[in-house]
């Protein structure tokens, strides 16, 4: 992929009234540019995030624990499972937290410091749109 060609779609979580995409923008040797896309009645905004390698396997490695978190039957009412993509620290990052329905904050962290939290009743095989969108990035990229 060079930076002229189209974006790549990385995350695509839409429930059909709101969503919350990140697109890769554009490849160097080590980084991605990418950004985060929020859409929906209320909020429209997009922040841009530096991805790598390790980053968008720990994509992957965060489905497989929610989808661990959804088949695990046996656990407490109040657990919530919560993770941060990419990494925290960066200048932006996402919360996912798999509620009924699931939560997704988008956190401008360094720039404006703004979080937006958006709620997605995800439909069921969301998880495995979500592994298809990431082994389509991963082999264009050459990951």
Not at 25 to 53: C, K, M, R, W
Not at 66 to 93: I, K, L, M, N
Not at 95 to 121: G, K, N, R
Request: with cysteine; net charge negative.
């Amino acid at each position: 992929m060079t930076d002229s060609a189209e974006p790549l779609e990385l995350i695509r979580l839409d429930d059909g009234a709101q969503s919350v995409v990140v697109r890769v923008l554009s490849t160097q040797p080590e980084y991605h540019d990418a950004e985060i896309v929020i859409s929906s009645g209320f909020v429209n905004a997009a922040v841009l995030v530096d991805l790598n390698a390790e980053d968008i396997g720990d994509w992957g490695n965060l489905l497989d624990a929610v989808e661990d978190d959804d088949a695990d039957t046996e656990q407490d009412e109040g657990d919530v499972f919560a993770a941060q993509w990419p990494s925290r620290g960066r200048a932006a990052y996402i919360t996912f937290m798999a509620e009924d329905p699931y939560i997704v904050e988008v956190h401008d962290a360094q720039s404006t410091q703004i979080c937006v939290s958006v709620p997605l009743d995800l439909k069921e095989g969301w998880i495995e749109g979500a592994r298809a969108r990431l082994v389509a990035v991963r082999q264009a990229l050459g990951i």
